[in-house]
């Protein structure tokens, strides 16, 4: 992949395409066949990044995690294409009994399971799903980092942590001579802003974080599926664009439309494109259940918004605008 192509994540050495594969929906709404499918895809288009997590779906009736790390390592193994994906899981979100958190005892086992999942010796990016305050930062850490000097993780990053716990443990990283996390997934899309621009976007551009943000299409709604009432039956992940469903939430919509007839692109083309502009943005995750959804993804990341278009979508989409 050309350089011009990606972007280094924070200070880890890893370099990533401008959008990140969400595998969350890997056997979930896309089958195992069609898994491979989109990941065979992926890769053969140049797009190297792929996120997923432990956790991943046991959301579904019947499922108890790890079902897409799983199909991950199948595919992995079939394809033997380990080489050209940057791989990235997490850590921490309950798993069952007392399968959860970030204790050293805890991402030393978890880690293992999704070695052998993965089917890989090596993780290219853990991280830490969701803060965990009943474990001092230190132990966490210090976990981390021997998993890193054993090879079995390349680099580290957080995922759902404050600002506040996360310049914490930055800070903590720095005291003690660990590697810190070099990256941190937050939700962010255009129609919630606020709680990653706010605080946690500064804090990020001045200690040097890549961003990979979840939620980029805002469970569907920024791709213009969802417009009504109407339109929620449309999904089994439609309850959660209920809340978008308003006037601001329309106004931005309205604006990816007029913005996506210019340019020839879709609405959610658009969405993710303005994130990709962001500078503290490194690669938005966008997942797909098709490979029509695919190809629009890896489109994406070649547009280019002109600043018209960016100031328009800033405007409608800022927080408070109606």
Request: hydrophobic fraction near 40%; charged fraction near 20%; glycine fraction near 10%.
């Amino acid at each position: 992949m050309p350089a011009s192509h990606t972007r280094e994540l924070g200070r880890s050495g890893l370099h990533v395409s401008r959008i990140c594969l969400g595998g969350n929906v890997f056997g979930w709404t896309a089958d195992e066949t069609m898994s491979f499918r989109l990941l065979d895809a992926w890769v053969d288009a140049g797009m190297n990044f792929v996120d997923t997590a432990d956790v991943y779906s046991r959301w579904v009736h019947g499922h108890a995690g790890g079902e897409s790390e799983t199909i991950i390592g199948k595919w992995l193994k079939a394809s033997g294409k380990r080489s050209r994906v940057v791989l990235a899981t997490k850590v921490g979100k309950p798993m069952g009994g007392n399968d959860k958190g970030l204790s050293s005892a805890y991402i030393r086992r978890a880690v293992e399971a999704s070695l052998r999942r993965l089917q890989t010796d090596c993780i290219d990016l853990y991280q830490a799903h969701e803060d965990d305050d009943a474990t001092p930062l230190e132990e966490t850490l210090a976990a981390f980092a021997e998993l890193i000097r054993e090879g079995k993780v390349r680099a580290i990053g957080a995922s759902n942590y404050g600002a506040e716990r996360l310049a914490l443990a930055l800070d903590t990283s720095e005291r003690l001579g660990l590697p810190r996390y070099e990256s941190l997934q937050p939700l962010y899309n255009l129609v919630e802003r606020s709680a990653y621009e706010d605080a946690l976007e500064p804090l990020c551009v001045e200690r040097g974080l890549g961003v990979m943000n979840f939620y980029a299409l805002a469970s569907g709604f920024l791709t213009g599926k969802y417009r009504s009432s109407a339109d929620l039956g449309k999904s089994v992940r439609s309850g959660g664009v209920v809340k978008y469903l308003n006037e601001r939430g329309l106004a931005v919509l309205a604006a990816l439309d007029a913005v996506a007839e210019t340019i020839g692109a879709t609405p959610g083309q658009i969405a993710l494109a303005w994130q990709i502009a962001r500078p503290s943005i490194t690669a938005p995750i966008a997942s797909a259940t098709n490979e029509r959804q695919l190809a629009e993804l890896v489109a994406t990341a070649q547009l280019q918004l002109d600043a018209p278009s960016i100031a328009l979508i800033d405007h409608v989409s800022r927080p408070g605008a109606t």
